[in-house]
């Protein structure tokens, strides 16, 4: 049985380029996670093939170059990866994306043998191809990975992005039909989507950051430490209100990260408050840093409508470091998970405020055994092995 996964990674051999190529950050959450799939149904097919399209802005005003041109390489596992080569200019993208992928995925399903295609991602060139295959082929089982909803991605609310997520939403919903299996994020996905009585799982991320040993004495100060999107809905602003009304000269918050706030948290940071900012770092440079805060947080609110529709990944990092988190209650994260984590009592910043100053008067030794707990919780039960069983048993059920 032949697997072709259609997704959007950074090669990694690329990646630097890529990134010096850039003019805004790489969105790694996303590559993480589907590397981690990757890694996942390798362990459970023995024929799968990888077909993406890098994932950059385009051409001038996101990213420097205008074409991306067709590679191919194998990794450790002898997987083929082929990444489909595009123009990379506004609308002719999508263009040249659906011919070009359309001419691989043909080559690749030209057998007579069964086929599963796993889908990553909402684009609607990539949809348009699978379910044109899937309608031409009774052979080819197709099932989609659904990491966001299209109405949520961006927080920019106008009366032409709302037309033409509308517009993009209705073609999406459109090519569902073609779809038997469908994998999502949190389970309120489900009722903003078109799958009706199809099977459908919840996998709500996969842990699959390498094990680093990484051996870094705490700071003489307690930090606090957010790494992710500075944007309004990502609960920044209430995390720095909250921690300005803590006066305790030894507690910092330290903030990694890229977005429209990031200028709003310069400014305080000029101004001599206790807050310091990283920019965007390596893998092993963002470990370093985790291993160094005492705290780690995540202040999305629950008050905001797209916490239910997707699952933060950075919570999955955060537990499998072993370092103490706080996280508000939010409706996607499943109940198993707050066992481990510290929930303020009120889901606002005073709340926050009271659970930021409890954990940080905690003994270094009940912070400890806490954030092993958590740890121990991540590595035995979201690995990709584990969460991935979850696609093959869905696929396999029909």
Sequence with gaps: MKVLFIGGIYPPHEESKIRANSKVGLDNASNNLQFAIIEGLQQFYTDLTVVSM???????????????RDSKFKDDNETHFYCIGFLNIFLLKHLSIYFNLKKKLKELTASNEEIIIINYGLHSPKLKVVS??????????????????????SERRNLIFNTLKSIDSSIINYYFKNFGFFVLLSKYMYFKLPIFEKPWVVVEGIYNLPVLDINIAKEKEKVILYTG??????????L???FQSIKNKNYWLWIRGDGPLKEYVLDLIKSGSRIKYFDEMSLLDLHRL?????????????NS??????FPSKLMNYLASGIPTITFKLECIPDEYYKYCFVPISQDELGLRQTILDVLEMSNVELESF??????????????KMQVQKIVNLISSK
Excluded: H, W
Excluded at 54 to 68: A, H, I, N
Excluded at 305 to 310: D, Q, Y
């Design 371 to 384: 954030g092993k707990r958590a740890k121990d919780f991540i590595e035995k039960n979201k690995g990709s």
């Design 132 to 153: 044109d295959l899937r309608r031409k082929n009774s052979r080819i089982k197709c099932c989609l990975i659904v990491p966001d909803l299209p109405q949520y991605m």
């Design 240 to 242: 720095i209100q909250a």
């Design 305 to 310: 409508e797209f916490s239910k529709f997707f």
């Design 290 to 302: 985790l291993n160094q805060a005492t705290v780690l947080i995540n202040p999305v609110s629950p």
């Design 54 to 68: 890098t994932p950059v802005r385009t051409f001038p005003r996101g990213y420097k170059r205008l074409f991306l």
């Design 229 to 238: 999107n500075l944007g309004e809905r990502s609960g920044v602003r209430v």
